[in-house]
């Protein structure tokens, strides 16, 4: 449970902590509602969101539903995404086993929309242990790619670059002694941009944030969750990020980056194999998001005091990485 902290940009988050108040705001969404047994605070980032579990009884039936506050505002087109992607083949029944949670309704004062919570582990705790779990994982981010429903928003390779370098920038002011490294990072990562505009990029629905923590593995089934980034976008950057975070948490979990290099490998075979002829450079794009990715991880890192000591590990396999690149 995460620690309440005083939020001047969602002070009503104590309200929507407060039992007795939740009740009378989502009585009106669950007619049947008898009682709200427990609320916990998940997660806040104060100044911008929150996450809030809900434990109901309702009609004699306990369950668990989850709010999503965001502080600039009721995230309407994410909800709206999600309550499509619901409907349009991801419901909790879908035959193939690839779902995202139900969406069930918005609390206008917090600036909530609340979803079913979902059960199952992180697929990243079952990466080792499952070897089914690549291929399916290949299957869902398909999924995401080839069921489109609308969405206004766009993430572009100068998005992506531009996000990167801002993140770099802000890491090498803080951290001087790597600056000049930093610096030679931003330019090589926008030559692989140059790359990547060399050739027609396809645009694709694309979760954004695709990452093994992201999916939950309830025995065969796969919930797809955090669909916040949720866009129109190169169909690599999902691909590219998955396997980015994969060797970043090997590198991390046991000093060497190659761990799963093997599940890396089938995860990237199964999805090029579900796609069109029409894109042969999907796979050095996917690479080359792999790239962007690793070095995105030096500025999370340093935002995370306990990954801190990963850093110059990261930076060398970072360089590596784009040695090898310049090389073929």
């Known amino acids: 449970m995460a620690e309440i902290f005083s939020d001047p940009k969602i002070p009503w988050l ?5 039992r007795q108040l939740a009740q009378q705001h989502l009585a009106s969404i669950f007619p049947g509602l008898q009682g709200i047994k427990k609320t916990e605070l998940l997660r806040h980032k104060p100044g911008r969101r929150a996450l809030i579990a809900y434990h109901l009884e309702t009609d004699g039936v306990e369950g668990i539903i989850l709010g999503k506050i965001r502080a600039k505002g009721t995230d309407y087109k994410s909800y709206g995404s999600q309550r499509a992607l619901w409907e349009n083949g991801f419901h909790g029944q879908s035959e193939d086993g690839l779902s995202v949670p139900k969406p069930l309704g918005i609390v206008e ?8 919570w979902v059960p199952g582990q992180p697929a990243t705790e079952l990466l080792i242990t499952r070897p089914d779990l690549p291929e399916k994982i290949a299957a869902l981010a398909h999924k995401i790619h080839s069921h489109s429903v609308p969405t206004t928003k766009t993430h572009t390779i100068a998005t992506e670059l531009q996000i990167l370098g801002d993140r770099l920038r802000e890491f090498s002011h803080q951290q001087p002694q790597w600056q000049t490294q930093i610096q030679h990072f931003i330019a090589q990562s926008e030559q692989l941009g140059e790359v990547l505009n060399k050739y027609p990029r396809p645009t694709t629905t694309i979760h954004r944030d695709f990452y093994p923590d992201q999916i939950l593995v309830d025995g065969n089934h796969l919930w797809l969750v955090d669909l916040d ?7 690599a950057v999902d691909l590219g990020n ?3 975070h994969m060797t970043e948490y090997s590198l991390r979990t046991w000093g060497n980056p190659d761990a799963l290099v093997r599940k890396e490998q089938i995860l990237k075979t199964a999805f090029l194999a579900k796609q069109s002829p029409n894109n042969p450079h999907l796979s050095q ?6 790239i962007l990715t690793l070095l ?12 801190h000591h990963h850093i110059p590990a990261l930076i060398e396999l970072c ?9 073929n």
């Open 229 to 235: 980034l949720y866009c129109k976008g190169d169909p």
């Open 296 to 307: 995105r991880h030096i500025a999370i890192s340093w935002r995370i005091p306990n990954r």
């Open 242 to 244: 998955f396997i980015a």
């Open 14 to 18: 104590p309200f929507a902590l407060d």
């Open 109 to 116: 004062p917090w600036q909530m929309w609340l979803q079913r």
């Open 285 to 290: 794009a996917i690479d080359i998001y792999i």
């Open 319 to 327: 360089g590596d990485r784009l040695l090898g690149m310049e090389a």
